[in-house]
């Protein structure tokens, strides 16, 4: 009986992003799908803003939380909190993925799972403040994780070479797969990749089988803010409820295509970011038709 209920028990996760408050982004769409799938959630804030950075906003708040972070990381050690998981997005400074490393070191438990998402760019540029300091810090956040969720245009700057344009090759996006997964030691799902105008999904790769699995959805034209949270908080829930790789990377390729068609659909303005909310069940009813599987 014992063991019965240690596997029903639930992970408790962490995790470590940006609140922008006004958008359905980083910090405001990964709580509601993280804890949707059956995960019990704590939250680090990383940094306090109006709106996301990105266009079409402009004059936004910016609130740094570093030493806030602190304080907070003090009381949880003197109440020995541990965490089953980790997801780590948007980190708005160097020291920021100092302290992050150290977070991974005294509150994850053994076995953890480690989720990155090293935002730091987009559509071939770096996030606004961004340097090459950053970007090789981000690479060695890359080694703490046990996966990392990297964009075309993140995998670019981590490997240090120019930027791929569309329509990416199959041997580019292999190419870069094998350098992430010898970076990082780590599992990679690399996200945004197409090899026409149709289709865009992910690929991703384990630690120990460099044989890549693609999955893919319709494409929808135009840019849209967000996508890459939803897709990174879906793959974590997934992970963290054990579940397998390729299921976590496909179902959240399976789940962006819904959101971004509903928000189309909708008439919604995607610089607030994605309609994700309505779909919420099906996140679910994916999770526990895995569950059935094992």
Request: with cysteine; hydrophobic share 45%.
């Amino acid at each position: 009986m014992k063991k019965r209920c240690d596997h029903l028990k639930q992970p408790r996760v962490l995790l470590i992003q940006d609140i922008s408050a006004s958008c359905r982004i980083s910090m405001n769409v990964a709580v509601p799908v993280v804890s949707c799938l059956d995960n019990w959630v704590s939250i680090l804030p990383t940094a306090l803003l109006s709106t996301h950075t990105g266009q079409p906003f402009a004059d936004y708040t910016f609130l740094d939380l570093t030493e806030e972070m602190g304080n907070i990381l003090r009381h949880w050690k003197s109440l020995g909190i541990l965490f089953d998981g980790i997801l780590i997005g948007y980190l708005g400074s160097h020291s920021q993925i100092e302290l992050v490393k150290g977070i991974i070191k005294e509150f994850a438990k053994e076995d953890a799972q480690i989720v990155l998402d090293p935002a730091m760019a987009d559509q071939g540029v770096l996030y606004p403040g961004f340097t090459q300091e950053y970007v090789e810090a981000m690479a060695e956040l890359c080694k703490e994780a046990t996966v990392i969720v990297p964009n075309i245009t993140e995998a670019c700057f981590l490997m240090q070479q120019p930027c791929l344009t569309k329509p990416y090759r199959l041997s580019d996006i292999e190419a870069l797969l094998d350098g992430l997964r010898q970076l990082s030691q780590s599992a990679v799902i690399l996200t945004g990749v197409t090899f026409d105008a149709r289709s865009i999904g992910a690929a991703c790769a384990s630690e120990e089988r460099a044989a890549a699995d693609y999955f893919f959805a319709p494409a929808y034209p135009g840019h849209f803010d967000g996508a890459g949270d939803l897709f990174t908080s879906v793959v974590g829930g997934f992970l963290f409820q054990k579940q397998p790789l390729a299921v976590a990377t496909e179902t959240a390729v399976s789940y962006n295509n819904k959101v971004i068609e509903r928000t189309i659909r909708n008439g919604v303005e995607a610089f607030y970011g994605l309609q994700f909310e309505t779909d919420l069940p099906y996140l679910i009813a994916q999770l526990q038709k895995n569950k059935l599987k094992v």
